[in-house]
């Protein structure tokens, strides 16, 4: 894979001349082909259409090109006319720093006449000790090789624009019979996904192009009329400037401003006009990113802020200035090559914008790497968009099952698994603290006796898991007692009958969740034949039936997998003794204030 990355780097940089024009002649075909479609679509022919579309927009950009450089040729005149405000400008702002190196400059000279003439040399110059200097001057340059340099730079940039406008009509005018051709080249045997390869990077590289190009234009006619309304000179040429430095990502509009703040600080004698310039452009970066980018294309391209930047300096070496302006669009391009080939998926994860772990492993990712506050963070952002139940179910229940996972097969230490628990035991704290608590339905407590018992299968893991359940049972108006530690199986069954419930929610955490279940399943039915059992196998990744079937089958087993289908279970367990009208409610025994203590401890 590196052997073939740097021969590709090799021959993109080797036939940057061949690349540069007709991968610019592909990014405007892209861009100009909805242009195209919508002139067919009205009857108009394809030639026609074609011939309409390139003639429109290499006039539009021809003009803009000249327009550019009437305002330049304009402009060079009176820059030295300017000289005199810039080093008035120049002397105000560092007055202070101009007078210590004037001291110190002055100091130096008076130290340098102070110091004794060096002696003559010995021997006089063209002695063996002391040759003559040697200068080699250039044959002066002849007007006739200056008119030629300066040709064959027009000439160039003239055969390259003929070159990439010649490309577009034609790629404009096959361009069905083109895309057939690469599909069958470059997806022979699958063809579905070359397909919806190439319908992915066209959509997605023409609409960042052609909203880009809306946007850019609205800009540098913004900035036109807002540096005219100032008073800075050839606003035109630093409209049309900002509108094509703006598709150098980031560092390109504070180019373009970087100009018109110099000149406006250059024609004024005073700082309104600077002052007025540099807000200008502020206020419409700030438009422009926060209303009328994500109005328009949004984060179509799917691309990070770090991979646009990586992309603008890698295309600028290779390429040069041409690399620079093209560097989004070909990134976007491996981007979506690395979203539907297989052998190059790591270009969607270095160059894409989306996340690359789950939450549920992003958290235990931060709690391996022992940043608490982080994972705290993680908690905390997906409680403001989801209800606590799911997101004990979605990110703290995998996270512990992937911690006990770990820990059985012996990838984690001791500490840091101890570490990991007791984080998540914090968190789920966390969460209960503020929050109001759920009036107590008295009628349901004394009809279910003491309430609600949870008890864990076997360990801290099981025991934290309860504590879940049973925070998410006492927010919803449940009597719950929490048994958060793990004494043997007897002792267990004597606390339920001392508690004299009629529910028990048993937590069992992968992977030996079915065996510590079954086996305090067994005890417990073996003494209370009509006691209700919720086994929460929680984040199951196997079959609940079958894990059914080794528990006991019956009326009385309720196996679930989440937290939520627990707490629904409760609800449908309790609701129809607390509907009963004739039923009347027994006292509830002095025990029942320790049911409603759910302090772990």
Known sequence: MLGSLVVVVAALYLAKDVLVPFTLAVLLSFLLSPVCDWLERRRLGRIPAVVLTATLGFSLLGLAAWIAVIQVTDLAPRVPEYQSNIEAKLTSV????????????????????????????????????????????????????????????????????????????FLLARREDLRDRFI?????????????????????????LSMLGVINVTYGIAVAIGLSLIGVPNAILW??????????????????????????????????????????????????????????????????????LMAAVFWTWLWGVAGLLLATPLTVCLLVVGKHVPQLSFL????????????????????LAGDQEEAIELFEDELETKPLVEVYDTLLIPALALSET????????????????????AMIRESDEGRPEAP?????????????????????????????????????????????????????????????????????????????????CKHLRRRFPELQLIVGMWNAQFDLSKASKRLGDGDAMHVVATLAEAQERVRLLIEPHSSRPDTAAPPVPDCAAAATDSDPS
């Open 184 to 208: 069958w080249l470059a997806g022979r045997g699958r063809l579905t996904v070359t397909t919806q390869m190439l319908e992915d990077a066209a959509t997605r590289v023409s609409r960042y």
């Open 94 to 169: 560092n007055h202070y720093f101009v007078d210590a190196l004037s001291k110190f400059s002055r100091t130096a000279e008076d130290a340098g006449q102070k110091l004794p003439p060096a002696e003559p040399a010995e021997a006089p110059q063209g002695t063996y000790d002391r040759p003559y200097s040697v200068r080699v001057l250039s044959t002066p340059t002849s007007p006739l090789q200056i008119f030629g340099g300066m040709f064959g730079t027009l000439l160039e940039v003239l055969g390259t624009t003929g070159i990439v406008i010649i490309l577009v009509i």
């Open 406 to 425: 770990h820990w059985h097969r012996g990838d984690l230490d001791e500490a840091r698994h101890k570490f990991i628990l007791q984080s998540l035991e």
């Open 239 to 308: 409209g049309i400037l900002a509108t094509v430095l703006r598709f150098v990502p980031y560092i390109g509009p504070w180019i373009a401003a970087a100009m018109p703040i110099g000149l406006s600080m250059a024609i004024s004698t005073g700082w309104t006009a600077p002052i007025l310039t540099i807000v200008m452009f502020v206020m419409l970066e700030l438009f422009s990113n926060n209303v009328m980018e994500p109005w328009l294309y949004g984060k179509k391209t799917g691309m990070s802020a770090v991979a646009v």
């Open 440 to 520: 107590v339905d008295v009628a349901i407590d004394a009809q279910l006796r003491h309430g609600i018992l949870c008890l864990p299968a076997h360990d801290e893991a099981d025991a934290i898991a309860g504590m879940m359940l049973a925070d998410l049972l006492q927010s919803s108006g449940y009597v719950v007692k929490l048994v958060s530690v793990t004494p043997a199986a007897s002792e267990l069954v004597e606390l339920v009958e001392r508690s004299n419930v009629r529910v028990v929610c048993i937590s069992a955490t992968p992977p030996a969740a079915v065996i510590h279940a079954r086996l305090l």
């Open 348 to 367: 969607d994860i270095l160059l894409g914008n989306e996340p690359v772990f789950e939450p549920k492993r992003r958290i235990y990712q931060r709690l």
